[in-house]
């Protein structure tokens, strides 16, 4: 069966700190792909970075970057240079290819400090 | 601007009343995703379809809940009747063929007293 686990329900961070937020995952599907979203205090769901299973390099979007080890079943996301906007909660999700669906871990609360 | 656009935004209601809560996926968009957001469980599958037909909804409790696609551009989910637990935030999400990530609408949140 699916499963996403985020073992950190909330992280402080220094300001301009680089910071890792854990995500491992399970599946039999060959073939899946790996997301992380960002939700603000606003509520809305923000996607950030994509990972498919067969992509041979890391993913990265601006100063995020995804830290895939694949025998590990391990994906991290990776911010660089944190700014207080990145306050947030995050997600790490996972497709599942065979039959699309997509399941979400229960979240990192990550708050940066001044 | 193509969005997924989910009605009502909030919701308050009675114990024991009928909910229905309506989505709009993004045109061409053929798989439908409802999820619920709550503090304790974070974010759950509640069902999904592809091409209007429910692929799985094991994650939704059968006796009070029910999703259905009435045709491509309208998703619903009902709850009859809603009980104070089923309080929460719900999520419509879309995805697109040759798209990976899944497109959130901005959620309806539901308190039942």
């Known amino acids: 069966a699916q499963k996403i686990t985020q073992t950190q329900p909330g992280m402080f961070v220094q300001e301009k700190e680089a910071v890792t937020l854990d995500c491992t995952y399970d599946?039999?599907?060959?073939?899946?792909?790996l997301f992380w979203y960002k939700q603000p205090s606003s509520g809305e769901m923000i996607f950030l970075i994509y990972?498919?299973?067969?992509?041979?390099q890391n993913a990265t979007e601006g100063r995020y970057s995804l830290n895939f080890q694949k025998a590990r079943k391990s994906a991290n996301l990776v911010i660089s240079a944190s700014q207080l906007g990145d306050s947030a909660m995050y997600f790490c999700a996972m497709r599942e290819y065979r039959d699309d669906k997509i399941i979400f871990g229960k979240g990192t609360r990550l708050h940066i400090l001044p | 601007d193509a969005r997924v656009t989910q009605t009502p935004r909030h919701k308050v209601t009675e114990m024991g009343q009928e909910v229905t809560m309506r989505c709009q996926p993004i045109l061409g968009h053929n798989t439908v995703f409802w999820y619920r957001q709550t503090m304790m469980q974070g974010l759950e599958l509640l069902a999904y379809f592809r091409n209007r037909a429910p692929l799985d909804d094991s994650g939704m409790p059968k006796d009070r809940f029910s999703a259905e696609m009435p045709d491509a551009t309208l998703a619903t989910l009902k709850i009859q009747p809603s009980e104070p637990r089923d309080s929460a935030v719900y999520f419509c999400?879309?995805?697109?063929?040759?798209?990976?990530?899944?497109?959130f609408g901005q959620g309806t949140r539901l308190t039942v007293v």
């Open positions: 999400a879309s995805v697109g063929q040759g798209v990976p990530e899944a497109f």
């Open positions: 990972q498919g299973s067969y992509d041979q």
């Open positions: 599946t039999s599907d060959p073939s899946y792909g």
